[in-house]
């Protein structure tokens, strides 16, 4: 069994139970549980909330724009990802697992993006995206309700899309 360590918000462990529920991986809450760290295999840094403001790098001129930081969560994410980063192991990062993964490699976040929180922005495909020349899978158009967005790239990091 692969064991891989996250932070699962309380309202969202039943669809984590759902997908997990009798596969091959051991998915450790450490929210609510201590994780094995000899015995991991990955981490996955899932979507929710902003980045506390304490925790980034950078300047934050209106605290209104941080939207429901969850502190506790940062204070295990951020020492998680380097104590995977020493190990080599694994990350799977989604929506603000990006930030996060971004934040902890030295780079910064456009704060808040104006119009993102329209519902067309949400349900339907119209924010284009730009490619890498090295991409290998492109996707003309997506959707995204995400009011932050990396600004500065962090160390070793390679924009794709």
Known sequence: MKH????????????FDELFTGSDFRLWNARLEEVPWDDLGGLLLT???DIS???????VSDPAVIRNPDPDRDLWEFPALHRV??????????????????????????????GHNLPEQKYGNIQELRF?????????RVNSSHHQAIAKLGNGLDIEA
């Open 85 to 114: 980063f020493t190990r080599r192991l694994p990350i799977l990062a989604i929506c603000r697992g990006h930030q996060v993964l971004n934040v902890a490699l030295g780079g910064t976040l456009l704060l808040d993006i104006p």
């Open 132 to 140: 890498s020349p090295s991409a290998q899978i492109r996707i003309p």
């Open 47 to 49: 979507g929710g909330s």
């Open 53 to 59: 403001a304490e925790c980034l790098n950078q300047m």
């Open 4 to 15: 891989v360590a996250t932070w699962i918000e309380k309202d969202r462990s039943k669809h």
